[in-house]
């Protein structure tokens, strides 16, 4: 009996590759340039990046799409739904990792810990010379989750320990969450010093980190972005920095990937890392992990792991 047949349409980690390989019949390529007996024959999907519409339709026996990372913004869920058309993603695995590193950016954008390295490597310090104190310390600072779900919750757990005031905003109230709650994002940046994005792509997201809530977060402000660059007014975000209205930024994510504006690079207030919040080997080893359960459940059991919310029930 011939294997079920999985598409891989690009680039994914090498594990998800060779796991597929233990159980199915891999197809790499462009779901816009099969045959029309391949496309037939597909009826999964492992995807690290876009999937859309133009490739759903591509695929009239496709059941399942399993995209690897958390934020699934890349695939085309809706449209999957209406078609009957599981998406699952890697949710809860990575928590732990991109808590981690969002801790690690924000005291290296408030401490300045990189531009102080570069320093020490550069050879200046030198008898008598000490690299300047840092303008900002964590200590006394009020920081605002912009977002509190599975992530923005580990990242909450991990602040509390440094004695900072905690304050959040999201859509809805968590009543058992022992934070300020701010109904709107503006009320959020008003009150706090310190912001820490970590929402998902979504049409109403967009661009909402904008010149007013980086003002309201003020000269001593630091916002740390963790989640997707598009929620960020990027022009507005390098105008702030360099005309002192806002402090200090760490980005780990990006509005235009990999495209980083000069603007952002020149500035020396800014600590930027190329999307790696979750990017450790056992990290992104159990979020492949994840992508093939997802396809090797619903094969076998006839039940998804983790499907996103968009997506019809079954099994
Ligand atoms: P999650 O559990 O779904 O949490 C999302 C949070 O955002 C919730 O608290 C949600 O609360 C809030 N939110 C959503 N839309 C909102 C809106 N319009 N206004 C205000 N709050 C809103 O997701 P997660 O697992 O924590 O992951 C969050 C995102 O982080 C992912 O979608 C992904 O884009 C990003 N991420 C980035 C990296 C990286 O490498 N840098 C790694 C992993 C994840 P309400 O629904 O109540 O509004
Ligand atoms: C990954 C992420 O880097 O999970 C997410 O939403 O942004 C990151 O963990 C990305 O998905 C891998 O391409």
Not at 9 to 35: C, T, W, Y
Not at 177 to 205: F, G, N, S
Not at 261 to 279: D, E, R
Request: hydrophobic share 45%; glycine share 8%.
């Amino acid at each position: 009996m011939s294997r079920i047949a999985v598409l891989v349409p690009g680039k994914i980690h090498e594990r998800v590759l060779a796991r597929l390989k233990e159980a199915f019949d891999v197809i790499e390529a462009d779901p816009l340039s099969l045959d029309a007996a391949t496309a037939g024959r597909i009826r999964g999907v492992a995807v690290s990046g876009t999937f859309g519409a133009a490739a759903i339709d591509a695929l009239p026996n496709v059941e399942l799409i399993s995209s690897f990372g958390v934020g699934y913004d890349g695939v085309d869920a809706k449209h999957a739904a209406s078609k009957g058309i599981i998406v699952t993603n890697t949710p809860d695995v990575l928590n732990d990792e991109v808590a981690d590193t969002a801790i690690g950016l924000l005291l290296n954008t408030v401490r300045e810990f990189p531009r102080a390295e570069n320093w020490l490597r550069e050879g200046n310090w030198k008898p008598g010379q000490n690299y300047p104190l840092s303008r900002f310390s964590l200590k006394g600072r009020h920081v605002g989750l912009y977002g509190l779900g599975r992530i923005g919750q580990e990242i909450a757990n991990r602040l509390a320990p440094f004695k900072v005031k905690i304050s959040y905003h999201t859509r809805s109230r968590h009543a058992d969450a022992p934070y300020d709650y701010y109904p709107t994002l503006k009320e959020l940046a008003d009150a706090v010093d310190t912001m820490i994005a970590i929402v998902p792509k979504t049409p109403q997201t967009h661009k909402t980190v904008n010149a007013e809530v980086l003002s309201a977060l003020g000269p001593d402000g630091v916002f740390v972005n963790i989640g997707r660059g598009w929620t960020v007014d990027e022009e507005a975000l390098a105008s702030a920095l360099s005309s002192g209205k806002l402090g200090a930024a760490g980005l780990d994510v990006f509005y235009d990937e990999p495209h980083v504006p000069a603007a952002l690079l020149n500035l020396p207030n800014a600590v930027l890392l190329p999307h790696l919040a979750s990017g450790s080997v056992p990290t992104r080893n159990a979020m492949a992990d994840l992508v093939v359960d997802n396809l090797v459940e619903w094969f076998g059991k006839g039940k998804a792991l983790t499907p996103v919310p968009e997506t019809p029930v079954k099994g």
